[in-house]
């Protein structure tokens, strides 16, 4: 069965960077565009970019560009989203979704979510 | 940047009351690139709709979507208990964004 699982819980300080990964399995890895997904506090979902597994291109939201990188792994089918100059306003919930590649679909499978807390 | 406003931001309902949740865009979305998803509190948000009005795999068919252009709906006819919960419009045909999300709780 499909599956998006991601790395555990992060505590970082104002300044540092995070790394979340996300792992796929349950399907042919580089057939779906991976997504980058946040969910602050009690606040709605804001897409931050997107990563195409089999050609490594990525596209980011204009407001994390400069800041956020994500790559892949294709022997382990594993992406990662590393955002970078964190401050308090990042305190939020990752998510990771998978998005079929020219299908138009919509996200049809989710990780479980990563709470990343940005604290001094 | 297409913003998407949604309305109502809470809905108040009854098991077995329809519902009707809207979703407008700032401009076209281009080819209904619209979906719709249902989140439960401490849950990841699920696909219910794709392209404006179809169903996502497993969806009960008491969800339903319409729209094009720049006004959008998401219709639940007869509401269950699992249906109580936050749901997000999101357009994908220029780049991605998300609506704000309307509440739907019982009265």
């Known amino acids: 069965q499909v599956q998006l699982v991601q790395s555990g819980a992060e505590v970082k300080k104002p300044g540092a960077s995070v790394k979340v990964f996300c792992k796929a399995s349950g399907y042919t890895f580089t057939n779906y565009y991976i997504h980058w997904v946040r969910q602050a506090p009690g606040q709605g979902l804001e897409w931050m970019g997107i990563i195409n597994p089999k050609i490594l291109s990525t596209g980011y939201a204009q407001k994390f560009q400069g800041r956020i990188t994500m790559t892949r792994d294709t022997s382990t089918s594993t992406v990662s989203m590393e955002l970078s100059s964190l401050r308090s306003e990042d305190t939020a919930v990752y998510y990771c979704?998978?998005?079929?590649?020219?299908?138009?679909?919509?996200?049809?499978?989710w990780g479980q979510g990563t709470l990343v807390t940005v604290s001094s | 940047e297409i913003v998407l406003t949604q309305s109502p931001g809470t809905l108040s309902l009854s098991p077995g009351e329809g519902a009707t949740l809207s979703c407008r865009a700032s401009q076209s979305v281009s080819s209904s690139f619209l979906a719709w998803y249902q989140q439960k509190p401490g849950q990841a948000p699920r696909l219910l709709i794709y392209?404006?009005?179809t169903r996502a795999t497993g969806i009960p068919d008491r969800f339903s979507g319409s729209g094009s252009g720049t006004d959008f709906t998401l219709t639940i006819s007869r509401l269950e208990p699992e249906d109580f919960a936050v749901y997000y419009c999101q357009q994908y045909g220029s780049s991605h964004t998300f609506g704000q999300g309307t509440k739907l709780e019982i009265k």
């Open positions: 392209g404006a009005s």
């Open positions: 979704a998978r998005d079929e590649i020219g299908g138009q679909r919509g996200f049809d499978y």
